[in-house]
């Protein structure tokens, strides 16, 4: 299993798929990966089976949890339970988040 990781190339990756978000690790007990968004672009994910954290490395905008709205800034560190609804939106600038979930990226 690899056991180093250079953030820039999974940004590269996110930046030329279809999807706004890239697992690089995903096992039983930990998945860890990307997210970005654009300016104005969807946040279109629905709740998780498992706990997850998302630390935020650039950008600016809202995360909405359970209907409250949360700052999004640069080194902010965010913690949502499984089965909550949330999702970023009305970001300005290129959003990028690194996220862990507390179980396998299913």
């Given at each position: 299993m690899k056991l180093d990781f250079d953030l820039s190339s999974y940004l590269e990756k996110v930046?030329?798929?279809s999807s706004y978000?890239?697992?690089?690790?995903?096992?039983?007990?930990?998945?860890?990966g990307l997210l970005v968004l654009q300016s104005g672009e969807d946040d279109t994910q629905t709740p998780h089976s498992s706990d997850e954290v998302y630390y935020v490395i650039s950008g600016d905008g809202f995360l909405r949890i359970k209907n409250k709205d949360y700052v999004v800034s640069k080194d902010k560190l965010f913690f949502v339970a499984k089965d909550v609804e949330h999702h970023f939106h009305s970001n300005s600038s290129e959003l990028k988040v690194l996220y862990f979930f507390g179980g396998p990226d299913d």
């Open positions: 930046k030329k798929s978000f890239h697992t690089f690790i995903n096992r039983d007990s930990l998945a860890v």
